[in-house]
């Protein structure tokens, strides 16, 4: 028997098989496609004829043979396939007998009519262990015809068959690999002519090891090829898309897919606003704010593939309204302060700044602001956030305080005799009068100058002091128009004669356009 070189050989093929799987997982088998292997090898014969029972490596190799063999299957799919394979060896020590092997446990054999070719045409399914790798082990069980011309005739054998391999794909169509085959003929004599059962001696029988069935081993490699390219699924390896987009700006997205993809291969991208688009690299730009989740797809018929990336698409702050409430105040203590608020549209967290226009600012979006001075203030507000900004203005008028304008006495101012000019006394009387007219435009006045008897031209004297109070009101910054003048001249008496230097500022109430009412006009021209 040839055993031990048998189990060397098939350890160091399990190693292989161990080692020389690659990482990355490609599809290198065919399916539902013909191929042709053709392999060739050595052979040992395992049977009844056991003429080296020291295990000598020499005979060893002396009893080695040459084998080639073809093969036609057909790949179901990429794991699985179904062949007929026809292997033909020669094994020299199935025709060459031991010359001192003693009758009748070996046969007579004509050398000259006897072939030590022996043929084998094997029926077999095979299974693919790791399809998806370069390097593939495999396992392949059958049945086997063997086929040897013995004596000028031939006998034919029939039994199991089976085998391990390793498959390395060498591209989509052709592969190389290594095979251990053995076909087990289950009728003895069928190939070798060789009967154990006549042999009833012990001793012989230590001496030559038989059995009830004849082994045919092969060792090889070989050369596959597909008539059908391997069908590669394809990958998408990656997807670039734009972390953030504005609303209405164009992004780029690109996919990477293995180019050793079957073709044809389509691609597509769904930008989950409900639109798509087509190809490697697309461009979108989407009209509303959100995070979107973007997936591509490629897809060659027989394999689909998808990756997804996130898309945040802001919108820039927009200001569609700014409103004061209330938009007109005053001064009037206690002051009221004036409460703004602003409609913004975008995307959150949107900053709000604003000027209050007096040299004041504030921040949020409702702030509120209380104005001391009278005026007109424009209000400026600045809206931002990351994708840009916006900027509106407003008005806030501030009146001051009305006055207390229902007056009915005002301060009279006195001259020294003969005199119509003011004294000093006399001014700060009128001054406080001019600070009401001031807080009071709807106020207006009649001035009436006195003059005593018992002054030179009292007359003229008396209008020129009332006309010397309307100046000093003139001067300070009001209109003559709110004022008439009149002077009227008094007995003049002993007790009260200071009395009767005087002009009185008598308040009355303007006409629509703030002047002296007409009728108080006409009494200035009758006194004239």
């Given amino acids: 028997m040839t055993r031990r070189p048998s189990i060397l050989l098939f350890g160091c093929l399990l190693s292989l098989f161990l080692v020389a799987s690659p990482a990355t997982a490609q599809n290198y088998r065919a399916e539902e496609s013909l191929y042709l ?46 062949g007929l394979m026809h292997l033909s060896g020669t094994y020299p020590k199935v025709s060459d007998p031991r010359p001192d092997a ?14 030590d070719w022996r043929h084998h045409l094997n029926l077999l399914g095979r299974l693919n262990i790791l399809p998806d790798k370069r390097a593939n082990p495999y396992v392949h069980l059958g049945l086997t015809l ?25 591209n989509d169509r052709v592969g190389l690999f290594l095979e251990i085959s053995s076909m087990f003929i289950l009728d003895d004599e069928a190939l070798d002519l060789a009967d154990p059962t006549q042999y009833d001696d012990s001793e012989t029988t230590a001496d030559n090891d038989v059995s009830d069935f004849d082994a045919f081993n092969f060792y090889g490699l070989g050369l596959r090829y597909n008539f059908k390219r391997a069908f590669t699924p394809v990958d998408v390896l990656s997807t670039e898309c734009p972390a953030t987009l504005i609303v209405d700006e164009s992004g780029t997205f690109t996919a990477t897919v293995n180019e050793d993809a079957t073709p044809p291969v389509s691609y597509s991208w769904d930008f989950g606003d409900g639109t798509q688009a ?27 593939d998808s990756e997804t990336c996130s898309v945040r698409v802001i919108a820039p702050a927009r200001i569609t309204t700014v409103t004061a409430d209330p938009a007109a105040t005053d001064t009037c203590e206690p002051l009221s302060p004036v409460q703004f608020s602003a ?24 702030p509120s602001h209380t104005y001391s001075q009278p005026g007109t203030y424009t209000v400026t507000l600045t ?9 509106r203005e407003t008005t806030v008028t501030v009146e001051p305080c009305p006055a207390d304008c229902d007056i009915e006495d005002m301060n009279s101012v006195f001259f020294d005799r003969n005199s119509s000019v003011l004294t000093d006394q006399g001014r700060a009387a009128l001054q406080e009068n001019l600070e009401i007219f001031q807080d009071c435009p709807t106020l207006c006045a009649m001035i009436e100058g006195f003059a005593s008897t018992g002054e030179r031209n009292p007359q003229r004297l008396a209008e020129d002091r009332a006309r010397a109070v309307q100046q000093f009101y003139v001067d300070g910054g009001l209109s003559a128009d709110r004022f008439a003048t009149s002077g009227s001249v008094l007995q003049q008496t002993k007790k009260d004669a200071s009395q009767l230097r005087r002009a009185d500022t008598l308040p009355t109430d303007c006409a629509a356009d703030g002047t002296m009412p007409e009728d108080m006009d006409q009494m200035e021209e009758g006194d004239m």
């Fill in 37 to 82: 292997k053709g392999r060739v090898g050595l052979n040992t014969y395992g049977g009844d004829r056991d003429d080296n029972p020291d295990n000598e490596l020499s005979e060893y190799v002396d009893n080695i043979g040459f084998s080639l063999g073809a093969e036609i299957g057909y790949h179901l799919n990429k794991r699985f396939s179904v």
């Fill in 102 to 115: 003693p009758p009748p446990l070996f046969q007579t054999i004509n050398e000259e009519t006897t072939s």
């Fill in 146 to 170: 063997g086929l040897g011309k013995i004596n000028d005739s031939y006998e034919t054998g029939f039994g199991p068959m089976g085998g391990i391999g390793l498959d390395v794909a060498v």
């Fill in 278 to 304: 087509s190809g490697l690299i697309a461009t979108h730009a989407f009209d509303q704010a959100g995070s979107y989740t973007v997936t591509f797809t490629a897809d060659n018929g027989g394999s689909t």
């Fill in 343 to 366: 409609n913004v549209r975008g995307t959150a967290p949107i900053d709000y700044s604003w000027d209050f226009g007096d040299g004041n600012t504030g921040m949020g979006a409702n």
């Fill in 383 to 391: 809206a931002r956030n990351e994708a840009g900004g916006d900027e």
